[in-house]
C-alpha cells in the first residue's frame, strides 16, 4: 500500500517529574522546568487539529530532534551546538521517529481549565501547568465491578463456544465412523435392470465472460461493463483511489505526520459474449431388463455429431429377509455375475444402505 500523508499534528509528553502534560514542541517541563528526558514517548492528544502555521511547518522540516550527549538538552534537529551548555552534537542521539501513534480523530485540541488557578492545561493533564493543583478526576468504586462483570461474562462467552465446537466434532466423528462401519448379510438377485445413453451434439452459442482483451476472436461480445481487475500500490489510469482510516506517525520533534494507507482500484472493460461450441442437444437413451444390454443408435440430422460421454448404469435388486436392496454400478462383468437367484454378501451400513456386494 502507498502511504499518503494529510497534514501534521502537535503531540504531548507527560513529564516524569511531576506529571504534568506538556506539547510535544516544549523541551522542558511547564510547570516543573525540568528538562524533557531522552526516553519519553510523544502521545497524541485526544482531539487533533492540523497544523496551519507556516513556523510549525518549518519546524518540523529538520527532522527528529537531538538530545545533547553531555547535558540530555532537546535540541532541534538541525542545531549542531547545544543551546544549553555549547556541546557538540555531532554524537548526539537523535529521537526515535516512525512509531505510529494511533488513530487520527479530527477536532481541535481540548483544554481544561484549573479548579484552583484557572489556568488552560491540555485535556488529560493531572497536574495544572501553571499552580501544579489535581486536574484529575478518581475512578469511581463503580468501575471495577462492571470491569469484572465484563471479563466474566467473556469467558462464559468463550466456554460455551468450545463446547458447541466440541459437540459438532464430535456429531461429524460418530456420523463418519458409522457410515464406514458395515454388517455383512445375504441377499439374493431379485431383478435386474440397466440403461445406455448416447449423446449427440450440435455447434449451438454458448456464454461466458472474461475480460474484453482476454476474449478469443470470433466471439460475439453482448454486453460490457466495468469492473476491477486488480489492485496495485500506485495509481493507474482508469483506478479509483481507496484510503484507510488516517493515523498519527511520530516524527520525533514533538509532532506526527497524519498519513493514510492508500490502494487504487484498477477498472477494466468485462463482458460477457458467445462462441459456438459443441454442446448436447439431445440424449438417446435405451433401457432393458436381461442381461444383454446394447447401445442406442442416434439418427443425426445435419449439423449433429456422437458425443464422447456415453453412459451406462446397472442396477441390481436383492431380497434379504423381507428388505430390499438396490445396487447401482458401472461395471458390465459384475452386472452380468449376478443372474437371477444367486446369492450374494451385501454389506450394509448402520444406516441401511447397501455399500458394496460380493459374490
Not at 469484572?148 to 465412523?177: E, N
Not at 461480445?221 to 511520530?250: F, H, K, L, M
Not at 442437444?281 to 432393458?288: I, M, W, Y
Amino acid at each position: 500500500m502507498a502511504r499518503k500523508k494529510i497534514g501534521h499534528v502537535e503531540l504531548q509528553w507527560t513529564c516524569p517529574n511531576c506529571n504534568s502534560i506538556n506539547p510535544g514542541s516544549e523541551k522542558v517541563c511547564g510547570n516543573c522546568g525540568a528538562p524533557q528526558p531522552q526516553d519519553i514517548q510523544f502521545e497524541q492528544t485526544k482531539n487533533q487539529e492540523l497544523i496551519t502555521d507556516p513556523d510549525k511547518l518549518a519546524q518540523m522540516d529538520v527532522g527528529p530532534d537531538i538530545h545533547c550527549p553531555y547535558c540530555g538538552t532537546r535540541n532541534p534537529g538541525n542545531a549542531e551546538i547545544c543551546k544549553q551548555c555549547g556541546g557538540d552534537l555531532v554524537e548526539g542521539l537523535k529521537r526515535e521517529s516512525g512509531r505510529v501513534i494511533g488513530a487520527y480523530s479530527v477536532g481541535q485540541s481540548v483544554t481544561v481549565n484549573c479548579p484552583h488557578c484557572g489556568e488552560e492545561n491540555l485535556e488529560g493533564a493531572s497536574t495544572c501547568s501553571n499552580c501544579g493543583g489535581g486536574l484529575g478526576k478518581e475512578k469511581t468504586r463503580e468501575e471495577a465491578p462492571v470491569a469484572a462483570a465484563s471479563k466474566s461474562s467473556s469467558k462464559i462467552r468463550t466456554w460455551i463456544i468450545v463446547g458447541v465446537v466440541a459437540t459438532l466434532v464430535v456429531a461429524c466423528g460418530a456420523f463418519l465412523l458409522f457410515s464406514f462401519r458395515t454388517n455383512p448379510t445375504t441377499g439374493v438377485v431379485e431383478s435386474v435392470s440397466w440403461e445406455r445413453t448416447v449423446p449427440v451434439e450440435a455447434l449451438i452459442p454458448v456464454e461466458y465472460k472474461d475480460w474484453e482483451d482476454e476474449i478469443p476472436s470470433g466471439a460475439v461480445i453482448e454486453t460490457c461493463s466495468d469492473e476491477v481487475r486488480s489492485v496495485q500500490s500506485d495509481p493507474a489510469p482508469n483506478s479509483v483511489e481507496i484510503c484507510g482510516t488516517p493515523y498519527t506517525v511520530d516524527t520525533g520533534d514533538g509532532y506526527a505526520d497524519v498519513v493514510q494507507d492508500c490502494e487504487y482500484e484498477v477498472y477494466d472493460s468485462f463482458c460477457s459474449f458467445t462462441v459456438e461450441e459443441w454442446s448436447v442437444v439431445e440424449v438417446s437413451v435405451l433401457a432393458g431388463e436381461d442381461f444383454s444390454p446394447i447401445w442406442p443408435e442416434p439418427v443425426l440430422e445435419t449439423g449433429q455429431r456422437i458425443g464422447e460421454e456415453w453412459g451406462e448404469t446397472y442396477s441390481i435388486v436383492f431380497k434379504s429377509d423381507e428388505k430390499t436392496f438396490v445396487y447401482t454400478t458401472d461395471e458390465l462383468n459384475l452386472f452380468q455375475d449376478a443372474q437371477i437367484g444367486s446369492q450374494w454378501i451385501l454389506n450394509v451400513n448402520t444406516f441401511g444402505s447397501l455399500v458394496s456386494i460380493e459374490q
